[in-house]
């Protein structure tokens, strides 16, 4: 006699039969799509928000968005592309709100040990922490300086590399809309950088 | 053969051969490379190196500890009804045909006694140069004053 073995059965639902579950009254699944997305919204939280509080309040107005919108979700698009797109307007509006309070000037990030110039060379390893969040401090204070909308599109098209079609998907522009936003967003950031590098050189002077 | 056998003879190698007819081979190599990074770095602009440096710093993905809970209690926050968020909602949807109420009764009163005026005058001319008294509101007046009148009694 053949011995037959028992595997356990896949309980793995899809995150499209997981809303409807949701909408249809048990709330408590929604538990299983926050863990399931969370550590993708908060690296894309990271981005935008240097401060951990502003990118976890961030984070929490996302999923609290999803949740009460989540009857207007008809399943025509894959759940994680409206998610995205959700998460991502989120993360605009309230970049919006915070454009009027910097936490850090381009002085604060001029170093006394090494050229800005150098350090751009020099990419930290992981192991490195203090490197890499100084990096990261860098960075954050660059992208800054421009303005909102100029960040969403440089953060999806240069850093994440997303293409003019996919980026018009998510912000809900026209892909026109996109490729000006993009063109001005070059146009502001090199204008940051320059002001960066400047300063640095009137100070080494 | 390892890697650092292969140097220390390579080493042995270039130290037999004469000074004079020693190759800068390795030094021009190195010159060059240093020359070439040098380009790449100048000719490339801030902007690009910026980007370039910013596209490779690793993600942080980190999640803090139970922040699922955290959510969920917050939506089950939201699920409660509070009767008093109710409340304020219902009186702010009731401002504006409280709003429209008030106008129209406002302009109600405000033409209403012209239009009554005009009507008396059109049916009764002599009625308009003498004073109106209506009856009703010096029923009204009795009644109202009544109890006052009674106390000059009492007096």
């Known amino acids: 006699m053949q011995a037959t073995e028992t595997f356990p059965e896949t309980d793995v639902r899809t995150d499209e039969e997981l809303v409807g579950i949701v909408v249809g009254g048990d709330v408590d699944c929604f538990e299983e799509l926050i863990t399931r997305y969370q550590p993708r919204v908060f690296g894309m939280a990271r981005k935008y928000f240097r401060n951990e509080s502003d990118a976890e309040d961030v984070v929490q107005t996302i999923f609290t968005k999803t949740f009460q919108k989540l009857s207007s979700y008809k399943g025509t698009a894959p759940f994680e592309h409206w998610f995205m797109r959700l998460s991502v307007n989120a993360c605009y509006d309230a970049l919006r709100r915070k454009r009027n309070r910097p936490e850090h000037t381009i002085s604060d990030m001029l170093f006394d040990d090494e050229s800005w110039q150098d350090r751009l060379g020099n990419i930290p390893d992981a192991s490195d922490r203090v490197g890499l969040e100084e990096a990261r401090e860098l960075v954050y204070t660059v992208l800054d300086q421009v303005s909102a909308r100029a960040r969403i599109v440089l953060t999806l098209q240069e850093l994440e ?45 | 053969m390892t890697a650092n056998e ?150």
């Open chain 2, 6 to 155: 292969i140097e220390k003879k390579l080493l042995k190698l270039a130290k037999s051969v004469q000074n004079d007819k020693r190759a800068s081979v390795k030094f021009s190599a190195r010159v060059m490379t240093r020359v070439r990074e040098q380009h790449a770095l100048e000719t490339s602009s801030a902007d690009e190196r910026f980007l370039k440096f910013a596209r490779n710093l690793p993600g942080n993905e980190h999640v803090p500890y139970a922040f699922e809970k955290r959510i969920m209690a917050r939506i089950r926050e939201l699920l409660t009804p509070d009767p008093l968020a109710f409340w304020s909602r219902m009186l702010w949807r009731a401002v504006a045909p409280c709003f429209g109420v008030m106008i129209l009764a406002a302009l109600f009163s405000a033409k209403e006694p012209t239009a009554a005026f005009i009507d008396q005058a059109a049916f009764d001319p002599a009625e308009t140069t003498t004073e109106t008294v209506d009856p009703e509101s010096t029923d009204f007046e009795t009644v109202m004053l009544a109890s006052f009148d009674d106390l000059e009694y009492t007096w």
């Open chain 1, 161 to 205: 590399g997303r293409t003019i079609k996919e980026i018009a998907e998510i912000t809900g522009w026209s892909e026109s809309l996109v490729k000006v936003q993009a063109f001005r967003a070059r146009k502001e950031m090199r204008a940051a950088v320059e002001r960066f590098l400047s300063r640095e050189k009137r100070i080494v002077t």
